[in-house]
């Protein structure tokens, strides 16, 4: 069918689908980026340092989301990308806990005390024998990450303040179908369903990838 524009709902969902799963994407990387930098630093610096940057990351966690992605909207005059960029830039404080914790108990293994006794400088072990170690929960996190951020865009597009018309996602979809739910419930329907199958799925390829990478978590 059709919207009360005349415009193709089939062909606007597998545009908002695509936008839905771009912003995730992006807003992902965003946050591993930061998250894994931050936690990695916070891990194996220990002692004072640490107990400050985790404070922060606490102070951090008490700020209301929708508040920074309203003052994301007025700043970037409700860019996108940008917006969605900031959301990245928020979502990165549960990958930074995951991280100190793996990096700290990485920290202790032989052959980090190998390379500290053959002075290794601490930027060398953190590139060469920590991070590649932490490869299987970053992507972990990942799979589980993303639809997460696409969950957070529908939220946000479906109140007005994520993407706007007239691009597609699949949070104003939703939201232009519960306008008209009354008359022409389709419109509420497919896009809402389309937004569950696409979660799931992420969901059941992050649940396969953690067992395959982590059989401690099976």
Known sequence: ????????????????????LAIGLLATGVSLVIGVTYGAVAGYAGGRAEEWMMRAVDAL?????????????????????LVFLSVGAIGWLTMARVVRGEVRRLGHSTYVEAARVAGATPLRILARHVLPNL?????????????????????????GIGVQEPLASLGNLVA???????????????????????????????????????????
């Open 176 to 218: 232009g179908g519960a306008a008209d739910m009354d008359t022409t419930p389709w419109m509420l329907l497919f896009p809402a369903g389309v937004l569950v199958v696409l979660v799931l799925s992420l969901n059941m390829v992050g649940d396969a990838l953690r067992d395959a990478l982590d059989p401690r978590m099976s």
């Open 61 to 81: 966690y008490a700020l209301p989301y929708v508040f920074f992605v309203i003052v994301a909207n007025v700043v970037f005059d409700r860019d996108p990308v």
């Open 135 to 159: 490869a299987g929960t970053v992507v972990i996190y990942a799979t589980l990450a993303v639809p997460q951020m696409i969950l957070i865009e529908s939220f946000l597009s479906f109140l």
């Open 1 to 20: 069918g059709t919207d009360r524009l005349g415009r193709d709902l089939f062909v606007r969902k597998f545009a908002g689908t695509r936008v839905s």
